[in-house]
T-cell receptor, first 113, second 114 residues
Framework: GNSVTQMEGPVTLSEEAFLTINCTYT??????LFWYVQYPGEGLQLLLK?????DKGSNKGFEATYRKETTSFHLEKGSVQVSDSAVYFC????????????FGTGTRLTIIP | GAGVSQSPSNKVTEKGKDVELRCDPI?????LYWYRQRLGQGLEFLIY????????KSGLPSDRFSAERTGESVSTLTIQRTQQEDSAVYLC????????????FGDGTRLSIL
């Protein structure tokens, strides 16, 4: 079956630090990969995505590259801000026509000034 | 509306009671998904609607769970004879039917079974 494994949290960093949240996956077929984010008091929203190998998704200074050879989609940001504090979920979908998402367990990120 | 709307936002009920959770998707979104998030866990897929048909119900955990959808509009998730393990946040998402369209999530219903 399909599964997503992501870095256990919580993660606490100082402002302007470099961020990496690891995500690896197992999937049948050729998945599309996503990072979703849930800010405090808000609903889950798409942060970025990549739909094929070697694609790089980017948004709000965050980046993730679809690595088929290592089945990974690690989330990175060069300089985090307090406003990046949130829970981050890695996810995949496999089938066109039923793009149900398989999620990781989420990583809570806290940025301290 | 502008986004996916779910109601109620919170529901507390006694074990054994039935509950109904409602989802209003974004207008024009043919695809609708229900997920469940138990405390400290990731989101689990429950059911997928394409229009008012449900081609994938594989995530429903037992026959106490059912869902329906009216056309490309409102969906209701019903849990009968609730158990304490049903306590979770139930999330609804909708999307366009085309490939790789992002899913837009509601704020969820937090269900607590006493």
């Amino acid at each position: 079956g399909n599964s997503v494994t992501q870095m256990e949290g919580p993660v606490t960093l100082s402002e302007e630090a470099f961020l990496t949240i690891n995500c690896t996956y197992t999937a049948t077929g050729y998945p599309s990969l996503f990072w979703y984010v849930q800010y405090p008091g808000e609903g889950l929203q798409l942060l970025l995505k990549a739909t094929k190998a070697d694609d790089k998704g980017s948004n709000k200074g965050f980046e993730a590259t679809y690595r088929k050879e290592t089945t990974s989609f690690h989330l990175e940001k060069g300089s985090v801000q307090v406003s990046d504090s949130a829970v981050y979920f890695c996810a995949l979908s496999v089938s066109f026509g039923n793009e149900k998402l398989t999620f990781g367990t989420g990583t809570r990120l806290t940025i301290i000034p | 509306g502008a986004g996916v709307s779910q109601s109620p936002s919170n529901k507390v009920t006694e074990k054994g009671k039935d509950v109904e959770l409602r989802c209003d998707p974004i207008s024009g979104h043919t695809a609708l998904y229900w997920y469940r998030q138990r405390l400290g866990q990731g989101l689990e897929f429950l059911i997928y609607f394409q229009g008012n048909s449900a081609p994938d119900k594989s995530g429903l955990p037992s026959d106490r769970f059912s869902a329906e959808r009216t056309g490309e509009s409102v969906s209701t998730l019903t849990i009968q004879r609730t158990q304490q393990e049903d306590s979770a946040v139930y999330l609804c998402a909708s999307s366009l039917i085309y490939q790789n369209q992002p899913q837009h999530f509601g704020d969820g219903t937090r269900l607590s079974i006493l």
